[in-house]
């Protein structure tokens, strides 16, 4: 049995698309096509294999067939399925500024002195590029874009992060500020 480091998971089976069997597929590829190029893609949890045909890609979205899934209910029923590869199939990274999200998961948050910030839980694009999302060690989760004048240096054998937030970034939340006039006095805004 592998190791849980030696897979990768390439993205998540979201929800059908039309009426044949089709899925939309969140992927975590730099090329989104590139999913279905690693062969078989693995469920972790139940262990059932799927091969990926690409339809179309919109929106950052794959449209996908998955190999024996020939309508809307069977479609239905993989809904937030994550798709795995062994990680002996993906490329070598040459690129020295370029990482595999997997490998930056659990990594240490530290700032420019040295001091702990928290983890490193997850990644997130929603389309205006990667953002870090870090567990702080209050447990808060915050959301850290990924440049490197927030984030200067990735030390992957090291297990760390260097984060150099903008100020309030990682201050506790506040409650929202007074409307300042606006409304009826009474605390309620005006209608």
């Known amino acids: 049995m592998a190791s849980p480091d030696d897979w990768v998971c390439l993205g998540v089976v979201g929800r059908p698309h039309g009426i044949k069997g089709l899925v939309r ?3 975590f590829t730099e090329d989104p096509e590139a999913i279905a190029a690693y062969g078989p893609l693995t469920d972790r949890k139940t ?3 799927f091969t ?3 339809a179309n890609v919109t929106k950052g979205m794959v449209i996908a067939r998955i190999e024996g899934v020939e309508d809307r209910d069977a479609a239905d029923a993989l809904k937030g399925t994550e798709l795995w590869a062994d990680r002996g199939v ?3 990274i040459e690129e020295e500024e370029a990482f595999y999200h997997h490998d930056m998961i659990g990594l240490r948050a530290v700032g420019a002195d040295g001091k702990a910030i928290g983890e490193v839980v997850g990644i997130e694009n929603y389309g205006a590029g990667d953002l870090l999302e870090l567990r702080t060690l209050e447990g808060r989760v915050v959301l850290v874009p990924f440049t490197r004048a927030m ?3 990735v030390d992957i054998e090291g297990g760390r ?3 150099e937030p903008t100020a309030g970034l990682l201050d506790e939340d506040e409650p ?5 006039g606006a ?5 309620e805004p005006e209608r």
Not at 176 to 180: I, L, T
């Open 25 to 27: 597929v969140r992927p």
């Open 47 to 49: 262990g059932r294999r």
């Open 52 to 54: 990926l045909t690409v």
């Open 90 to 92: 993906l490329p070598e």
């Open 151 to 153: 984030v200067p240096e």
């Open 161 to 163: 992060v260097v984060i």
């Open 176 to 180: 929202p500020p007074d409307a300042g």
């Open 183 to 187: 409304g009826n006095g009474e605390g």
